[in-house]
């Protein structure tokens, strides 16, 4: 499930207790029906956003490049945090999100 944790984590609870979430608890599925019986075809069609809504670009990757640098995307191993296996590259921890 995608939720909004990225941004909400940034607020205080004082933001948070003023804000308003109007589509509380439903799911994305019982939206895309309400748009459907509205007639609001040009919603329900639009792909699944995957990048960063607020930026035109849509991609973390080249947004944080341009504005950082290539000093903050190093490749590196991925190890087991236990065993110490390699497990693969990676190619700069900024590109990844949990």
């Not at 994305?28 to 459907?36: C, F, L, P, Q, S």
């Not at 973390?60 to 190093?74: N, P, T």
């Amino acid at each position: 499930m995608k939720d909004q944790s990225y941004f909400l984590y940034t607020m205080d609870q004082w933001k948070l207790s003023h804000c308003v979430f109007p589509l509380a608890h439903m799911t994305k599925g019982e939206v895309r029906k309400i748009a459907i019986e509205q007639g609001l075809d040009s919603v329900i069609e639009k792909p699944e956003s995957m990048g960063i809504c607020f930026h035109p670009d849509k991609g973390h990757i080249d947004f944080l490049r341009r504005h950082l640098g290539e000093r903050y995307f190093v490749p590196g191993e991925i190890r087991h945090t236990e065993t110490n296996q390699l497990l693969g590259q990676h190619n700069g921890l900024l590109a990844y999100t949990i």
